[in-house]
């Protein structure tokens, strides 16, 4: 409140027959006191009178919001506060905001599976080295995982109308609740068998064997 009543930077103080030695003095005083002291010699009035620079605080807010958006774009960053996410927000808005962030990705992975594949080479000599076993003929794949927002309610839509279109598995592979897909069938088969066993075994009746008689029913 202080500085709205009272900038340096956007508020000049006039002084007339100020009553003290200079400015830095008439500072101290106005902000140890609060008050100043003035005189009135020769027919003139002393007084104070301030200069007030007219501003407009939406030029800021508009400067503000450029440097921030030019911020993150340059740097490739995430802006949390998107107006896409402020109603419900598809998958493709969710990529969208994510896509200066997955350059970066694409770009740091590159240099660490160059780096990987390079380490591979001491680590094969090692092995070689320490238990004369020669993996260097070995291919390998080198796989990092991203952690991505998403849409959860629309992808787990997309993996329900998918059913009888695609296999379970591939169903199972991206749905966002399933994490090992191997166990994820096997806990279905045993939901299933038990199940079956809930509802109990009942023992058929045996059919009786027939017998040839000479009777006619």
């Keep these: 409140e202080n500085r709205m009543q009272e900038d340096a930077w956007n508020t000049i103080i006039v002084l007339e027959n100020y009553d003290g030695a200079d400015l ?6 106005l902000a140890e006191f609060g008050a100043i002291k003035v005189r009135s010699e020769e027919g003139s009035r002393g007084g104070v009178s301030t200069l007030n620079i007219a501003f407009t605080a939406d030029n800021f807010k508009a400067i503000l919001d450029l440097f921030k958006k030019a911020l993150i774009e ?36 590159t240099e660490y599976q160059t780096s990987l594949e ?82 109990g075994v009942f023992p058929l009746e045996q059919p009786k064997a027939l017998v040839n008689t000479d009777e006619t029913v």
């Design 118 to 199: 390079e380490l591979a080479f001491f680590v094969d000599a090692h092995i070689n080295n320490t238990q004369g076993k020669d993996y260097s003929a070995v291919d390998f794949d080198i796989t990092f995982n991203r952690n991505v927002l998403i849409n959860t309610a629309e992808l787990i839509d997309n993996c329900a109308k998918s059913s009888g279109i695609v296999s379970n598995k591939t169903i199972l592979t991206n749905h966002p609740f399933v994490d090992d897909v191997d166990k994820e069938e096997d806990e279905i088969k045993q939901e299933k068998a038990d199940a079956i066993d809930s509802y």
């Design 74 to 109: 340059n740097a490739r960053g995430y802006d949390a506060k998107d107006d896409r996410m402020s109603s419900n927000p598809n998958q493709m808005n969710i990529q969208s905001m994510y896509s200066d962030i997955d350059l970066d990705a694409d770009d740091m992975e």
């Design 24 to 29: 830095s003095d008439f500072r101290q005083k």
